[in-house]
């Protein structure tokens, strides 16, 4: 596609539950990151994917957080057992390789009630 | 720690004035860095990068300085828009040869123009 995209725009979930995120890249884009934004803050870094190379996941907070890349594309962060805490925009990026600008998605507001 | 951080959380800008939005970093080591602008509701937008090999580059209405002696970076906007509000995030990203990928962000800098 023309950017990245990412689904659903919105999720509202109970505490407790379990979520899952979707990211597509940038077509040709081999990087993939996470991010974490809370409210009027700036990004937290989560998790990176470049290539088959294992991903870099020394962002994730808790080992509630996880997220895959499968065929080097689509790419999913899973949050299981849903705590308050983890409300937040979820945004992800693509660049075409490491080191270089970002293309942010439109991001996955996330609310745990 | 080493972080990237604002001098202004907010500015306000009459329409058609400059502006100018700094920030100051504190990793050494860092030689590429990056301006996004996100409104509300949407994700970050790319705005313009420099690497630290460079004191300044320009692009379509903006420029950004970077003076590494006192590690400090800043974004001008020439005949500021009311289209041009949003928050703005400057980024850092040490040693971007292989392997180095991270973005470290500022807490942002929310830019309101008064028409």
């Known amino acids: 596609g023309a950017g990245v995209s990412q689904s659903p725009s919105n999720k509202v979930t109970e505490k407790g539950k379990d979520v899952e995120l979707r990211c597509d890249p940038i077509?040709?884009?081999?990087?993939l990151y996470w991010y974490r934004q809370s409210l009027g803050q700036g990004l937290e870094f989560l998790i990176y994917?470049?290539?088959?190379?294992?991903?870099?996941k020394s962002g994730l907070p808790s080992d509630r957080f996880s997220a895959e890349r499968t065929g080097g594309s689509v790419s999913t962060l899973t949050i299981q057992r849903t705590q308050q805490e983890d409300s937040a925009v979820y945004l992800c990026?693509?660049?075409?390789?490491?080191?270089?600008?970002?293309?942010f998605g439109p991001g996955t507001r996330l609310t745990v009630l | 720690g080493e972080s990237v951080g604002l001098h202004l959380p907010t500015l306000s800008v009459q329409e058609g004035d400059n502006s100018i939005i700094n920030c100051a970093y504190s990793?050494?080591?860092?030689?590429?860095f990056i301006w996004y602008k996100q409104e509300s509701g949407k994700g970050p937008q790319f705005i313009i990068d420099?690497?630290?090999?460079?004191d300044k580059r320009q692009g379509q209405r903006v420029t950004v300085l970077l003076n590494k002696t006192v590690k400090h970076l800043s974004l001008q906007i020439a005949a500021t828009q009311p289209g041009d509000s949003a928050v703005y995030f400057c980024?850092?990203?040490?040693?971007?040869?292989?392997?180095?990928?991270?973005?470290?962000f500022g807490k942002g800098t929310k830019l309101s123009v008064i028409p």
């Open positions: 990026a693509s660049s075409l390789a490491s080191g270089l600008k970002q293309f």
């Open positions: 077509s040709g884009h081999t990087a």
């Open positions: 994917f470049q290539g088959n190379s294992a991903p870099d």
């Open positions: 990793n050494s080591a860092s030689d590429y």
């Open positions: 420099i690497r630290s090999n460079m």
């Open positions: 980024a850092e990203n040490k040693d971007s040869g292989a392997g180095s990928y991270q973005l470290t």
